[in-house]
């Protein structure tokens, strides 16, 4: 990875320099009885004005001191650490939580993130919605001046060409389950309906949408703010290849255009991505910041120390060691808060020791939560006793508990007396410094309480998520963030249907349920059969839950409008940079 210190907003070394007109000037040619000194003379004159007007165009250089930070709020350019380079930008080929901080910027679903309010719902590219009394059809009117970056206009027939793109059975969108929730979306999904026009999704004109769920759907305006639901320009995408073609040119700066408060400006692999302001978003005069630089930092030491130095406003976490540093050096600047997240480990089911149901329980109980919080994480987290966390009325059943001496009686019925026998298995994670560290640490934990080797296999972000989504791994040290504030958003992902299972598990009873929840309107018994599936995953065990996420983070007191959220995802057009 490149290495982004020391540079301006421009991409270029050093400090911004002032721009000095210089005047044309004509050089003289002598006449013959011009001597050879007298050239010379003029010569040196006009070497001696360059230089004066060189010097002073330095000086003027260097008059300004301010640091990075100062610079770039007085052009209101917010500079983020974002963990990792995205896998793309095409938002139906991607799923990561680093591709949707850029997703937000670029597009937008027809609902927005509230800036301060948890659960609550802001006019995206939607003007307003309404739905039937049992909350199965909805209807959005969109922005009367809705358009792409381009100047052409957003209409319906974006989103039906999105939808219809996503759930295409030959393209294979990343995300296409989150459209599950749409009556007829997964039969078409799976090829069991070959007409889109029987997916419950329709335009009643130009500007009117309506979507028909197959049950009560009152989050809907939830979901429509992921980046499976936004919408994309058609007319571009036919313009570099089919609407089945996963991989085209149509994302490349120059290419791009979104309906976001931004827009695509350039694209330095491994280095930045930046977006500027986008003059045709519908609400652009809500919009202050003028661009978003994002930064591709893996190592948290880095981004911290590049945060000290004041040349980032947002890191994108912590290194556990430099929470309690912060906390006296940086108060106001460190950030603790909810996240409604869990950290697990996904069993591949297809390995033959994984596949006996006593040998992934046994690894779960030999995983001490308590002590990778304390010692490792260090971020006020807690223990995942389930997968869900508890929020609102849910609350997840408590399953999973550290036990030893169960863990070692579990490996020993399996036939491993102690570890004896049993084949090394590999741990799979992706390069970051606390992934690692916990990687060593469930390592290590594994070899104390049931005297098993497994080994750790590092990969890049993007290589990591190729491997997780075709299962070339054992043990894949995994975490989930909500799509949505609801608890189906951590439980429909372990459907035999979801292209975010990756674990080959699926259990006919825990769906059953899952699809009973999925039509009761009343929340307390929604929540009781809901629990009951989560006890199916848990008793499982394909996947082995360890702790719920916080977030833990450095915010320069420059930026305003940022507010604690428990998807931590920040309504971009609603921040500005002061000088503080």
């Not at 999973?400 to 994670?429: E, M, V, Y």
């Not at 296999?457 to 043990?475: A, F, G, H, I, P």
């Not at 825990?510 to 006890?535: C, P």
Request: net charge neutral; charged share 20%.
């Amino acid at each position: 990875m490149l290495d982004p210190f020391h540079m301006n907003h421009a991409g270029k070394q050093g400090s911004i320099s002032h721009h000095v007109p210089i005047r044309k000037k004509r050089l003289h040619i002598p006449a013959k009885s011009d001597t050879l000194t007298g050239m010379l003379r003029h010569l040196m004159s006009s070497l001696a004005t360059l230089c004066l007007i060189s010097a002073t165009a330095l000086i003027c250089s260097s008059c300004d001191q301010r640091n990075r930070i100062e610079k770039s709020n007085s052009r209101q350019i917010l500079i983020v650490s974002n963990s990792a380079e995205p896998a793309g930008l095409d938002p139906q080929t991607v799923s990561g939580v680093p591709e949707n901080n850029i997703m937000r910027a670029l597009f937008e679903g027809l609902c927005l993130e509230h800036p301060e309010h948890d659960g609550q719902s802001l006019p995206g590219a939607a003007a307003s919605w309404s739905s039937n009394a049992d909350a199965t059809v909805w209807t959005f009117q969109l922005q009367p001046d809705g358009h792409w970056s381009d100047g052409v206009p957003l209409t319906t027939d974006d989103f039906l060409f999105a939808y219809h793109r996503s759930l295409h059975p030959e393209f294979a969108g990343k995300s296409a389950s989150m459209l599950y929730f749409i009556q007829g979306a997964e039969a078409f999904n799976k090829g069991e309906e070959k007409r889109f026009s029987q997916v419950g999704v329709k335009a009643l004109d130009s500007h009117t949408l309506e979507i028909t769920t197959h049950s009560p759907t009152p989050f809907l305006p939830e979901l429509t703010k992921h980046f499976a639901w936004f919408p994309v320009p058609k007319h571009v995408i036919l313009a570099h290849g089919d609407m089945t073609t996963p991989y085209s040119r149509w994302t490349d700066p120059g290419n791009l255009v979104s309906n976001g408060p931004f827009q695509l400006s350039e694209w330095k692999f491994n280095y930045y991505i930046e977006v500027r302001k986008n003059p045709h978003y519908w609400d652009r005069q809500q919009v202050s910041l003028k661009g978003i630089r994002f930064l591709p930092i893996t190592n948290t030491y880095t981004e911290a120390r590049m945060f000290y130095d004041q040349q980032l406003h947002a890191t994108y976490g912590l290194a556990p060691e430099m929470i309690d540093y912060s906390a006296q050096h940086h108060p106001k600047a460190l950030h603790q808060e909810p996240y409604l997240g869990t950290a697990f480990i996904r069993c591949n089911m297809d390995t033959p020791a994984l596949a006996d149901l006593r040998v992934r329980r046994a690894l779960a109980c030999a995983i001490d939560q308590q002590a990778i919080i304390d010692n490792i994480a260090k971020g006020k987290q807690q223990p995942a006793h389930g997968f869900t966390p508890d929020f609102g009325s849910y609350q997840s059943p408590k399953v999973i508990r550290f036990d030893p001496q169960k863990a070692r009686q579990l490996l020993a019925d399996a036939g491993f007396p102690n570890g004896k026998g049993f084949p090394k298995l590999n741990l799979l994670t992706a390069d970051r410094d606390l992934a690692k560290r916990l990687s060593e640490a469930y390592q290590d934990m594994w070899k104390k309480h049931l005297g098993i080797q497994v080994g750790i296999q590092q990969q890049e972000w993007k290589t990591y998520l190729v491997s997780r989504r075709k299962r070339n791994y054992d043990l894949c040290v995994s975490s989930w963030v909500g799509d949505y504030p609801d608890p189906s958003t951590f439980l429909n992902i372990w459907t035999q249907a979801s292209s975010d299972n990756h674990t080959g598990w699926h259990h006919p009873e825990f769906e059953s349920l899952l699809a009973r929840a999925a039509r009761d309107t009343n929340t307390e018994n929604r929540n009781r059969t809901l629990a009951q599936a989560e006890t199916i995953l848990l008793e499982q065990a394909p996947i082995l839950p360890v702790y719920h996420l916080t977030t833990n983070y450095l915010l320069h007191p420059s930026v305003q409008g940022w507010h604690p959220l428990i998807l931590n995802n920040h309504p971009y057009k609603f921040l500005k940079l002061t000088n503080h």
